[in-house]
């Protein structure tokens, strides 16, 4: 007989192309689905363009627009146009602006429990809520899962989560994804998937469970795995589409490798108070202190339970005067539903600003709070100054304790409204059918060839980067220390975000924090010499995924990196764009590399493809010497850094 | 017997203060409401708190917040929480963020028959639908009409326009108002007031006229009057507000300084081209063209007829797939309606786009155009840039033709919808009743001297001015050509306008257009010789009213210009804030004044106090003259001028 397999190891395992399922090794798993935001979308789209796709391999491919819809200027809307045709030509759906949030949405429409998704986005894994295997990651990658290639990630171990008994009244699917954050903190889900199992689920929608799986993202988790069971079938059906449905469960003495138990009546309404999801405590720690605003929506609380809840709470009360309460509906959708169970009207009543479909506040597009005021969310993230206000001070809770809060214009117990208002938990009922509006979701044509991309002046078409030569002499034109974080190579913020989607511009940006000279001393060696090596020390180019931080260094001839240590994403952006990231043998060397030296690299193709070993000559003002450096790249990825990049890679292979 | 009187005069004489109804002549008004908006209101609320006011003196004063909505950082929602303190602390009604749209919400709550209105908003005169006497001017006025000031301004000359027969189908409201910028331009109101009377009036209801009143600031008229009769009593019935009716027309016999008369049964849809207001064609000579954007909405078109025109007219179909459908919901009341009888629904299922309840991209807060795309609005203004996007091409229609468009994706007359999609004319049925929502209108306490005033970082008071000395010897530091506009004095745009409550910091960007280097030389001249006078041609100040071009120069130490003339409005503004403007005498002396020169002036509290005429003493490099010059103020501006402003001489005489 087979060894039984946990939920998650079933859905691995129906995947795995390559490897096998030992914790930590490198596994390839086939996609079934990719999930693309605007935010991130524009580069791999303008990636999908370099590598000259032809049409999208996954199943199904989906391209939404909810990150970028204030259109203060014309980038937005020229992203909106350029993202809808990049859809069409390459056999991608298309959820317009406006239409709702990707997680939520890809879920109501395309969520089938057992398929695999891939997102350029680090909540997809919320789509774990209908038993799928759903990992978030950086752009490129999607882009060669859309191609059709494997998604390359190191096997995680897994962690069973028994949820059992029943939640009190007052306390909802929000408070247990903060009761984990409570218990494991922001790294306590890193390299791990986390599964729910236990008789609690059977208290859980499929929308409550995607409120603990969105959520998993910010234990660190690769992802969260529910099983597919009566609840997702009945889900499945509101949906109109109960043919998805296919069972998922744990096989009976299926093993775990780490538990835990939540005993769902011991739980009591939480938050997590500034700056971090993982600071989490009891409500009543914190409750009676005034606040200016209270948002509910995003994808951390998206179904229309948690909005009738909150309309239920505020119905025909007025929240306090003196708090915003922000209303961001998840889709148009949950609209027209909330339109039909009167939550609508019941928020309205009370005071609530509606905003469109979409993100909004959750990633610091609009509703920035006031200065040094407390902001009550229900969304997934409390990272400092990502409301767009320095000093905000940003809580995350559940849609009972947002309201509560917004009624009283106090951080609030949602059990003291038993008290202050004599009210007791309004009892949620499922509609017996949902309004479903597909309006707004294009599909892809039968052909897209004749699609031309519409490219505003702000989005230009990927470089083309050219392959790795034999010879180089390269000036070393910065040298760092440790702990540079890709904030520092290419920063984050109003100013430079709206230039993803243009290398050129943002280009300009590289190294602004270190070096304002960075750009100028790159150009000058790109013309005279062909390129130019950074130095760095331990733990180079930490911090976020963003690939701009190699795709723009490179576009301005960063041949190579010569470091004591990498950050591990970065590293990949790295060798996916052609930068030979090289490792100092002896770390004493690094000293003796001075900001001005020549570096000398000989016989490089030959070297990189048959040596772990580099040899590289440096030339100092008064002296010249040899030093020993190593790479750490497997076969797959010499290929790449000797064909300059993955996409001349793909090119060159596959098309 | 008495003359006969139009409407307009009987509205003026009954508010005269000050001077006779001749036109041209000043005349000081009874103010007797004020409205202020978020975007200019920071300012008066500041000058309010400059003058020591203590309580609004008018009858009904309140603060609208729906310009400022989007909170890309921590300054919109310091604002609110700036002008909700202020609006208390003064006695002033609070239209919450997201209440609605100042002029369709003051009409619904607060507009009286009869009563004056001020207010700090071009598009105050909306008012006058219900036959009140609203003007729209700069902030300083605003705040001297609070703090129980007449207003003072040229009395117009009235035009009369005489509306008969009967609106084709799919014809409405905004086509009059188009049909008369057609005819007049944007320049054809000007100085004058436009008054409607007529047969054709019986089938306009309140909110129809308010459309026409409203955009009556596009032909450059002082305001529009419409009559009190029994559709403004329905209105207010619905509005439960019937005992406020009083009734207003024109006397039998009365006459106009100027006629006018549409037949309504020969209008068609009409549609304002790019880039103004006045460049007015029939929607078929441009019919055709592809669009990329729809938005209804605005104070151009904010009645519940017109989202239920639009509503019916795509109940049952979906937009083109390539059109963004923007709708922005006048007010919270009127999307609580629109729920009721369906348009919201309609809207919604059709893939419209819903936003909170503001202004929005109509004053270019969001809402931006793709580059070089065609955006059809319902709107008031389609200036160059003012969408957001350089290269903008708006296009404003009606209701009907923009929902016409939506579903075409191409500039369609709605007329053609009949052969398209079998489509009759739907007919509006205004509600038995209709929902009141004012939860979100804070009253004014009874006293709000213990309010203080929650200033967030970037809200500073006014900076004091110190009175006109008797001495000085003040350098030129700049000399312009003719026609410097007030945006070269004080530029606009994203950069600075979230400055317009910190003179300190917008003084920064003072003359930055003309003279990068104006504010160090104005700072240094300040310290060294107690101020600055700058030189400048013809048209001196000409453009946008905005009194920052004054006040920030003050702050700066400008005590004069000296100019061969000015423009009105920024003329006043200097006076206000206590800049003395002088008239070259002989214009030859331009000439002889270089940058640099040190302007003399002499025992000037007398000279202003007693004399139009001013000598000035000039020292150049090589010459020392004298030059006469001389100032066109009326007793109240020569005591202005001698207090340091308007707000010095309220605190003398007033506090």
Not at 246 to 256: H, I, Q, T
Not at 288 to 299: D, L
Not at 391 to 406: G, M, R, W
Not at 601 to 609: E, N
């Given at each position: 007989?087979?060894?039984?397999?946990?939920?998650?190891?079933?859905?691995?395992?129906?995947?795995?192309?390559?490897?096998?399922?030992?914790?930590?090794?490198?596994?390839?798993?086939?996609?079934?689905?990719?999930?693309?935001?605007?935010?991130?979308?524009?580069?791999?789209?303008?990636?999908?363009?370099?590598?000259?796709?032809?049409?999208?391999?996954?199943?199904?491919?989906?391209?939404?627009?909810?990150?970028?819809?204030?259109?203060?200027?014309?980038?937005?809307?020229?992203?909106?146009?350029?993202?809808?045709?990049?859809?069409?030509?390459?056999?991608?759906?298309?959820?317009?602006?406006?239409?709702?949030?990707?997680?939520?949405?890809?879920?109501?429409?395309?969520?089938?429990?057992?398929?695999?998704?891939?997102?350029?986005?680090?909540?997809?894994?919320?789509?774990?809520?209908?038993?799928?295997?759903?990992?978030?990651?950086?752009?490129?990658?999607?882009?060669?899962?859309?191609?059709?290639?494997?998604?390359?990630?190191?096997?995680?171990?897994?962690?069973?989560?028994?949820?059992?008994?029943?939640?009190?009244?007052?306390v909802s699917a929000k408070d247990i994804i903060l009761e984990m954050l409570r218990r494991y903190d922001v790294k306590g889900g890193v390299g791990k998937i986390i599964e729910y199992y236990g008789d609690g689920l059977k208290q859980l929608s499929a929308m409550d469970r995607h409120v603990i799986a969105n959520m998993g993202a910010e234990l660190g988790a690769t992802t969260t795995v529910f099983p597919s069971d009566e609840i997702t079938r009945e889900f499945l059906r509101s949906q109109k589409r109960e043919d998805d449905w296919?069972?998922?469960?744990?096989?009976?003495?299926?093993?775990?490798d780490h538990h835990a138990e939540i005993v769902l009546d011991e739980l009591v309404p939480l938050i997590a108070t500034p700056s971090s999801p993982g600071n989490v405590v009891p409500?009543?720690?914190?409750?009676?202190?005034?606040?200016?605003?209270?948002?509910?929506?995003?994808?951390?609380?998206?179904?229309?339970?948690?909005?009738?809840?909150?309309?239920?709470?505020?119905?025909?009360?007025?929240?306090?005067?003196?708090?915003?309460?922000?209303?961001?509906?998840?889709?148009?959708?949950?609209?027209?539903?909330?339109?039909?169970?009167?939550?609508?009207?019941?928020?309205?009543?009370?005071?609530a600003r509606f905003h469109q479909s979409g993100c909004?506040?959750?990633?610091?597009?609009?509703?920035?709070?006031?200065?040094?005021?407390?902001?009550?969310?229900?969304?997934?993230?409390?990272?400092?100054?990502?409301?767009?206000?320095?000093?905000?001070?940003?809580?995350?809770?559940?849609?009972?304790?947002?309201?509560?809060?917004?009624?009283?214009?106090?951080?609030?117990?949602?059990?003291?409204?038993?008290?202050?208002?004599?009210?007791?938990?309004?009892?949620?009922?499922a509609p017996e059918e949902i309004i479903i509006n597909t309006e707004m979701l294009v599909a892809p044509p039968d052909s897209g060839k004749e699609i031309s991309l519409k490219k505003g002046p702000n989005i230009q078409s990927l470089p083309e980067f050219e392959k790795l030569l034999d010879e180089y002499d390269l000036p070393v034109i910065l040298k760092m220390g440790d702990n540079i974080s890709t904030d520092e190579i290419l920063k984050a913020g109003a100013e430079v975000l709206p230039y993803r989607s243009n290398i050129p511009e943002i280009s300009k940006y590289a190294f602004i924090v270190v070096d304002e000279g960075y750009h100028e001393k790159a150009l000058q060696a790109k013309n005279s010499k062909g390129g130019h090596v950074v130095v760095a020390g331990e733990n180079y180019a930490q911090g976020s995924?963003?690939?701009?931080?190699?795709?723009?260094?490179?576009?301005?001839?960063?041949?190579?990196?010569?470091?004591?240590?990498y950050a591990r994403i970065a590293w990949q952006n790295m060798v996916n764009f052609g930068i030979l990231p090289l490792h100092f043998k002896d770390h004493a060397d690094y000293e003796r590399i001075p900001e001005g030296a020549n570096i000398?690299?000989?016989?490089?193709?030959?070297?990189?493809?048959?040596?772990?070993?580099?040899?590289?000559?440096?030339?100092?003002?008064?002296q010249s010497f040899t030093i020993q450096t190593k790479h750490q790249l497997s076969p797959r990825q010499r290929e790449m850094i000797l064909n300059g990049g993955y996409i001349n890679t793909f090119k060159k292979e596959k098309v």
């Open positions: 007989m087979e060894k039984p397999l946990n939920a998650a190891q079933k859905l691995i395992q129906s995947h795995l192309l390559e490897g096998s399922m030992t914790p930590g090794k490198e596994i390839g798993l086939k996609i079934d689905q990719a999930l693309l935001q605007d935010a991130t979308g524009t580069m791999v789209q303008l990636e999908l363009e370099a590598m000259g796709l032809k049409k999208a391999k996954t199943e199904v491919a989906v391209q939404y627009v909810d990150h970028n819809l204030l259109q203060t200027d014309f980038k937005n809307a020229d992203d909106h146009l350029f993202l809808q045709t990049a859809a069409a030509r390459f056999g991608m759906w298309f959820s317009r602006p406006g239409n709702g949030v990707s997680h939520p949405v890809h879920m109501e429409r395309f969520g089938i429990p057992g398929k695999s998704l891939l997102g350029s986005d680090s909540h997809t894994p919320a789509a774990g809520s209908l038993g799928m295997l759903a990992i978030g990651t950086g752009g490129l990658d999607v882009a060669a899962a859309i191609a059709g290639e494997p998604y390359y990630v190191k096997m995680p171990e897994i962690m069973g989560v028994k949820l059992t008994g029943r939640l009190p009244d007052w296919v069972e998922l469960k744990a096989d009976e003495g299926a093993e775990y409500v009543s720690e914190v409750s009676g202190k005034e606040i200016s605003q209270v948002v509910i929506g995003s994808s951390a609380n998206p179904g229309l339970r948690d909005f009738w809840i909150a309309g239920a709470i505020v119905s025909g009360k007025t929240v306090d005067s003196e708090v915003s309460f922000d209303v961001n509906p998840t889709s148009r959708q949950i609209i027209q539903n909330m339109i039909k169970n009167r939550a609508f009207a019941n928020l309205i009543q009370a005071g909004m506040g959750c990633i610091g597009m609009g509703q920035a709070p006031a200065s040094g005021t407390i902001s009550l969310r229900t969304m997934p993230r409390n990272f400092p100054d990502r409301s767009g206000t320095k000093d905000d001070q940003v809580y995350l809770c559940s849609p009972e304790t947002a309201a509560a809060s917004a009624l009283t214009g106090k951080i609030t117990d949602p059990r003291e409204l038993e008290s202050l208002f004599d009210m007791s938990y309004p009892k949620y009922e995924s963003r690939e701009h931080a190699a795709i723009a260094p490179r576009y301005l001839g960063q041949v190579a990196v010569l470091a004591k240590s000398i690299l000989s016989d490089m193709r030959k070297q990189v493809q048959e040596q772990n070993e580099i040899t590289v000559k440096v030339e100092t003002e008064d």
